[in-house]
């Protein structure tokens, strides 16, 4: 059969096999789709299937044919890894059974697989159907039924065939074009990852990998990451069953062409990644599930189990959450910390095996990739309630908001960037959730160059921590318009958020009427300004004093103590207060060297500058006030940062200010 004449429609789904060794899986497979899945030296030598196969399936559909993706898999028990990196990328199986042995171990822990990987639908073939009686075939479909109770396939259809006289297999075709109208596609929407399961050179091509897209759409020139190790690259060019297409989407076996990475640098196990989405990790929130038929206890807290992961296997310790055990059937928040940096997506299913001696012991589902061990017992509980939160939204695909406002809330604030890694979402992606969860969950954004996340409940928090500081502010400055905005953004409640950020939670603030903002002053709402006249006296004693030393300010600490002659009661925080009200209302400035400058004397010293001719430098300065370079080099260097004046370089006469008269 010649792949490239199909002139049929590709389907985004995944059809696998599975059972024991030698029951027919690999030749049905031929039979059915005209590919030998056996490519390998050593399995035509041994018979059996070391490694996964791959074939295109031609189902002839009502409107014309549709084309599948078949994976073929290893049924022993050696080769369990390989299975489960074949059976992880599938959306139904084909559970293959032969009438001479009917169901045995591999099977069971097949199937034990299956349902841990989330496999939804199927069926199941009896093959060898011509090797035994009619009588003895109904006792083999009688206990494949029994066998089949409580899982996915218990009302599965069961079709008798033989892969050697062709019987059955035009019902067998059926059967799986009626499969395939019940299962759904895999969306196409989200950042691609695609698992690699096989990499190798090709002459004239270089590196071409190959695996199943678990989400997102591949597209020739899209630049991409390989993790764990985080190599970049750019697809060259795609295949889907031999043929080239511009792009491959979720749910279709994908044959990748990379330019920019070299083979030696790949391996199974790795995934390629939409660029700047995803990161490896080595810490993951679960939802843990163990099987029935696991030892009593099933597992304990730490200990060390194989995980199996897309295409990756990598040794890893269970951290429960819950308890210090957890029992065969159960199904528990926990952690895995891996031993090596891995990549996983929110969703993705995963095995866990003893790591000595290697038995499925059970599976789950990924929650949160980019986790962190939580200290204490209080600290493990809420994870675990976070966990369930997450277990509770992924189940509703409905309201995929609802998924970002729980990491918003665990985060509290989500810049754009991070938040883009955590909900692993495309810029566009992102930004249509994080719309959800704003209308919807009480996320509020703030603009900035990008825009940032809050929660609701992190939003309430700031809020109450940002009037708390404007009533003690009021308290302690009640002649005062309120604070200065630039002062309140450098208050550390605020230092997690940009200063484009921060301001706009300001104007959200005061959007709801929780502060008032007058020009460049943020005040409560029901706060009125007192006019303090001990504050006047204390204002109307500086000014003077600075008015009387002119063009040689005072230091802080000399008008404290001309201060204190006239008020005994000005202590450092008084004064301290003082000085924050008058720099705030712009009245005051404070020099390097602690020196005051009022706006009277600021006024005094720009009429002098005025009225020099000649050019205005540091020496004609001081002779005009009679004051030295001491109090005139600050009192300029304010002047040349507010655009008072500019300074210049004369040949001549070297530093050289001239006084910009309209930005007085």
């Not at 030393?549 to 230091?555: D, G, R, V």
Request: hydrophobic share 40%; net charge neutral.
């Amino acid at each position: 059969m010649n792949i490239n004449n199909f002139p049929d429609r590709e389907i985004s789904l995944v059809l696998g096999t599975a059972g024991h060794i030698d029951h027919g899986k690999t030749s049905l497979v031929k039979v059915i789709t005209g590919v030998d899945c056996d490519r390998l030296i050593e399995e035509k030598k041994r018979g059996i299937t070391i490694e996964l196969g791959f074939a295109p399936l031609r189902i002839e559909k009502e409107g014309g044919a549709a084309v599948v993706s078949v994976v073929d898999v290893p049924g022993h028990e050696r080769f369990i890894r390989q299975m489960v990196a074949g059976a992880a990328g599938v959306d139904a199986v084909m559970l293959v059974v032969a009438a001479d042995e009917s169901v045995m171990p591999q099977t069971r822990e097949h199937l034990a697989i299956l349902e841990l990987l989330g496999i939804k639908d199927g069926l199941v073939a009896v093959t060898k159907s011509d090797k035994v009686e009619s009588g003895l075939l109904e006792l083999v479909e009688e206990d494949i039924r029994d066998f089949t109770k409580g899982t996915f396939l218990e009302n599965a259809a069961i079709i008798p065939v033989s892969a050697v006289t062709g019987h059955n297999l035009d019902a067998l075709k059926k059967e799986l074009a009626a499969l395939l109208d019940r299962v759904q596609p895999r969306p196409r929407r989200g950042a691609l990852f695609l698992p690699i399961d096989r990499a190798f050179p090709i002459s004239g091509f270089g590196t071409v990998v190959t695996g199943t897209a678990y989400r997102g759409t591949a597209r020739q020139g899209d630049e991409v990451e390989i993790f764990p190790s985080g190599r970049e690259g750019k697809i060259r060019s795609l295949q889907v069953h031999g043929n080239s297409v511009e792009e491959a989407c979720a749910g279709q076996r994908v044959a990748v062409n990379l330019s920019g990475i070299a083979v030696d640098e790949l391996a199974r196990g790795d995934v390629v990644c939409h660029k700047g989405v995803y990161r490896s990790t080595r810490c993951f929130d679960v939802m843990l599930k163990l099987l029935p038929s696991a030892p009593e206890p099933a597992i304990k807290h730490w200990q060390r189990v194989r995980v199996y992961l897309g295409t990756s296997d990598v040794l890893a310790r269970v951290s429960l959450l819950e308890g210090k055990y957890a029992s065969p059937g159960e199904e528990v928040p926990a952690q895995l910390i891996a031993e090596e940096d891995v990549v996983c997506t929110a969703g993705e299913r995963f095995i866990i095996r003893f790591y000595s001696p290697l038995t499925t012991i059970g599976g789950g589902r990924v929650l949160f990739p980019y986790s962190h061990k939580p200290r204490g017992r209080a600290a493990r509980l809420a994870l675990s309630g976070h966990i369930r939160a997450l277990c509770a939204a992924d189940s509703s695909h409905s309201d995929e908001g609802a998924r970002f406002a729980l990491l918003a809330g665990q985060a509290g604030i989500l810049d754009f960037d991070k938040a883009a890694v955590w909900a692993q979402e495309t810029h566009d992606g992102l930004a249509s959730l994080a719309a959800q969860a704003v209308k919807k969950h009480g996320v509020l954004e703030l603009k900035g160059d990008k825009p940032v996340y809050v929660s609701r409940a992190c939003f309430d928090e700031l809020s109450l921590a940002i009037t708390g500081i404007l009533r003690d502010y009021h308290a302690s400055h009640a002649s005062e318009r309120g604070i200065q905005i630039d002062e309140l953004l450098r208050a550390k409640t605020l230092n997690k958020l940009s200063g484009k950020a921060a301001r706009s939670l300001i104007a959200l603030l005061a959007e709801k009427n929780t502060v008032a903002v007058e020009d460049t002053w943020v005040r409560l709402p029901d706060f009125e300004r007192k006019d303090d006249e001990a504050l006047q006296r204390d204002t109307k004693t500086l000014f003077a004093f600075c008015k009387k030393c002119a063009f040689q300010p005072p230091t802080l600490e000399e008008a404290r103590g001309e201060l204190m002659k006239t008020n005994p009661k000005m202590n450092a925080g008084a004064f301290s207060a003082l000085i924050t009200s008058l720099k705030n209302s712009r009245r005051l400035v404070l020099l390097p060297g602690e020196f005051l400058l009022t706006d009277e004397v600021e006024n005094d010293v720009l009429e002098v500058l005025l009225k020099i001719e000649g050019g205005v430098t540091l020496a004609s300065v001081r002779d005009a006030t009679q004051s030295s370079r001491k109090f005139i080099l600050p009192i300029l260097e304010y002047f040349d940062s507010k655009g008072y004046t500019r300074r210049i370089v004369d040949p001549k006469a070297g530093d050289v200010r001239i006084v910009k008269r309209a930005n007085r």
